[in-house]
């Protein structure tokens, strides 16, 4: 058993209904397990949803977390994507000041994290950028020296990789 | 309008509101009793009940009624049923279903709820019982189409009895209770999302036995799950085929006959010299149905540290939660058991005679330091006494259910419970008050059957009020309140490790207990020397038409022992 925290990547196939939510959230409160993000929409399939969510625990407390999960009784299938090879995005809207002398300079770091200005102020840009979470990480290390008026993110949402064939 | 129609397709067969689907669905569950309140968000139920054959028993507050569910699903082993209205109705049920929850009890309550309409609006009698419930129920539902009901009824009892067993909670709004549509009752259930493992994998099991073999210092340690899994006859086949000692959690007792030789007693907090001693020098520890609580426990780096663990459960989150366990086996346990026999050899001679120096060591140990009833007949009476005498006087033949503190403990080492089902207690949540309606419900499964309750004369008061149903339905349960005026368990803490400083513990020499049960119409005896313990207890177990108690008065000072105290491990008890 490894006693280092490591964060994971837990994925939660659940039946779309009301409450369900409410229950995982609860059993993460109620057991003391740390959530760093959650994401839920429904699947192709309207009676399923699928839950990303992002936690940090050593190893006994991940394998309680996928048990636990396993145990409620709306949930159809627990993955923890970190064992594996997983795609991770998540979509982040940025409110940055763009002065006329920054325009310039910001519209290069848009064009270079293929990223997108999808509103204009007298005064800033409001840019869109999907990714990783280091692409993001970078992306905002860049922009913070323009001055951040406002950020909203997702949460990360992943899916495992297709196996490769050999 | 509406109405005509309704008349007209109510003459159809099988066409049925919600409040008669409920009652026929209990039907098609061989559902026979009900524990209940009415209310005005349930009187449509109400209403159905007044025509149905199924017994209701009326209780005096919902917490009794989930009790009694309770206390009858543990003595006879199907599903209790409780019945109760929206809000405050509602909200009483939540100790009940979170004792019920903590020692796996199967059990299915329905609640009242405003109309659907009012729901959210803060109505009159509203609560959000099933936000309310979620972390206490195995699973819980809100109702909210009359043609949902059946299907939902019939996944209740089937999450509730099946898996690791628990309380399914359906809230159920008063117009679905009067909708009407056709009555179907599915035949099986059909849940995606949830399978219970039964059978144990068999390469983990063939480990097991491997290692069980390779031990020369092994021990059973069972808990409920041997109940609940009704496996007790076949823990006794496995222990006897090698030879291996068996300790038992609170919840277990019962699971191993508590006169067989290999019977080492409880384990933990207040377990026997000789269990904790095996437990820490075990080289293989077979852990069967049992969740490793820290009462049980005690320091748990140094719980059972020499040895390897094989862990059966039918609940993966019980299995490696607090220790690593070596060998985990999913499962149930009474097929895993009967697969672990059946991979034993032919023959066991030979395992059984390495397990001689172990045996010696145990034989010590049950030397050292054993549980002693004895009595000075010119003091005062010792509470571990009466138990014993309880215990000699009816045979053992009894269900006993018990409160929650010292009562408790002594009841868990004073009486020998050789059979499964036969004692009822609060183990994990440690309710008070729940011992007395626990014993109406078991009164309730086996009217015929002795049923005491061992009580303090501090939790008796904490469910006081179900003495009228005792006696309303003629249930002759006996109570035995060890009565020693203060909140024992507590003040033995305060005692030990706050400088007796008895803070609020106190509770005096009252009620007269023995006026008190003779106001609602029971029986009341006392003993206040020795010598009349015996008279009492036969005086009482004559009685057969209405509940007793027996006020036994005894040495406010006498403390549970061993103990170990909180945090400390099992080596270290303090005996006295």
Redesign the interface.
């Known amino acids: 058993?490894n006693n280092k925290e490591h964060r994971h990547t837990i994925s939660i196939l659940?039946?779309n209904e009301f409450?369900v939510l409410?229950?995982i959230a609860?059993?993460f409160s109620?057991r003391g397990f740390n959530i760093e993000s959650l994401c839920v929409a429904e699947t192709s399939d309207p009676k399923t949803s699928r839950m990303t969510i992002v936690t940090t625990g050593d190893d006994?407390i991940i394998?309680?977390i996928t048990?636990?999960l396993?145990?409620?009784?709306?949930?159809?299938k627990v993955y923890d994507l970190t064992g594996g090879e997983f795609l991770g995005r998540e979509l982040v809207l940025v409110k940055v000041f763009a002065g006329t002398e920054d325009r310039a300079e910001l519209l290069s770091i848009v064009d270079i994290f293929r990223a997108s200005v999808v509103d204009v102020g007298p005064k800033t840009y409001t840019i869109e950028l999907t990714g990783d979470e280091s692409k993001v990480r970078a992306f905002m290390d860049l922009v913070r020296p323009f001055g951040i008026k406002e950020v909203v993110r997702t949460g990360r949402i992943a899916m495992a990789r297709s196996q490769k064939t050999r | 309008m509406a109405k005509q129609i309704k008349k007209k397709t109510n003459k159809k067969k099988n066409m049925l509101n919600g409040a008669e689907i409920v009652l026929a669905a209990f039907e098609k569950e061989g559902v026979d009793t009900i524990f209940g309140y009415p209310g005005g968000a349930v009187l449509p139920l109400y209403d159905a009940l007044y025509d149905s054959p199924l017994k209701h028993i009326l209780v005096r507050h919902e917490q009794g009624a989930v009790h009694m569910a309770d206390g009858y699903a543990r003595a006879n082993g199907r599903p209790g049923v409780v019945v109760v209205t929206s809000g405050p109705g509602a909200t009483n049920t939540v100790t009940g279903l979170a004792t019920a929850y903590m020692d796996s009890i199967p059990m299915v309550v329905i609640t009242g709820q405003v109309p659907t309409a009012l729901i959210g609006n803060d109505a009159f009698q509203e609560a959000d019982i099933?936000?309310i419930t979620?972390?206490c129920t195995?699973?819980n539902y809100?109702v909210k189409d009359v043609r949902d009901l059946a299907g939902i009824i019939k996944e209740a009892f089937y999450?509730a009895t099946t898996g690791r067993p628990g309380p399914v909670l359906i809230d159920l709004p008063k117009d679905v209770q009067t909708a009407v549509t056709e009555f179907v009752y599915p035949d099986k259930v059909e849940?995606?999302?949830?399978h219970p493992t039964y059978k144990g994998n068999p390469r983990q099991i063939g480990k097991a036995v491997d290692m069980i073999l390779a031990s020369k210092r092994p021990l059973i340690y069972a808990g409920g799950g041997v109940i609940s899994s009704d496996a007790a006859k076949q823990l006794k086949t496995f222990a006897e085929k090698l030879s291996i000692p068996v300790t038992t959690t609170l919840m277990g007792l019962g699971g191993f006959p508590g006169t067989h030789p290999l019977f080492l007693g409880m384990l933990g907090m207040h377990g026997t010299y000789a269990a904790n001693m095996a437990v820490t020098h075990t080289d293989c520890l077979i852990a069967v149905g049992s969740r490793f609580d820290d009462r049980v426990t005690g320091k748990i780096d140094e719980f059972a540290a020499e040895a390897k663990i094989i862990h059966i459960d039918i609940?993966?989150?019980s299995i490696?939660?607090n220790v690593?366990v070596d060998v985990p086996i999913v499962g149930d346990v009474s097929g895993v058991l009967t697969n672990m026999q059946k991979a034993l050899p032919k023959t066991t001679t030979s395992y059984k005679k390495t397990l001689k120096p172990w045996v010696d060591d145990i034989a010590k140990w049950n030397k050292v330091h054993t549980l002693k009833a004895t009595q000075d007949m010119k003091k005062r009476i010792r509470p571990q006494y009466v138990v014993d005498r309880l215990y000699k006087l009816t045979k053992g033949d009894a269900i006993i259910t018990t409160e929650v503190g010292q009562n408790q403990m002594w009841a868990a080492q004073f009486f020998k419970y050789d059979k499964p089902r036969t004692f009822l207690t609060s183990g994990g949540l440690g309710t008070m008050g729940y011992g007395m309606p626990a014993a109406i419900g078991a009164q309730v499964a086996y009217p015929n059957k002795t049923v005491i309750d061992i009580a303090g004369d501090g939790s008796i008061q904490m469910n006081i009020q179900e003495l009228a149903t005792a006696v309303e339905y003629k249930l002759p349960i006996k109570i035995a309140i060890l009565n020693n005026r203060f909140l024992g368990m507590v003040r033995q803490w305060q005692e030990l490790f706050f400088d007796k400083r008895y803070s609020s513990t106190c509770l005096g020499k009252k009620p007269d207990f023995v006026k008190l049960i003779e106001a609602y119409g029971g029986v009341g005896l006392r003993a206040e020397k020795p010598a009349d313990v015996d008279k009492v207890i036969k005086q009482a177990l004559k009685i057969n038409d209405r509940p007793v108690i027996m006020d036994f008065i005894v040495d406010p000072k006498e403390c549970v022992y061993p103990m170990v105290p909180a945090g400390q491990p099992l080596s270290k008890m303090l005996l006295v």
Not at chain 1, 70 to 76: H, Q
Not at chain 2, 191 to 194: A, D, F, K, R
């Open positions: 058993m659940v039946t409450g409410t229950r609860g059993l109620g006994r394998e309680q048990k636990q396993n145990k409620l009784i709306n949930v159809i | 099933v936000g979620r972390p195995k699973h809100l999450i849940l995606t999302s949830y609940d993966p989150t490696s939660k690593s």
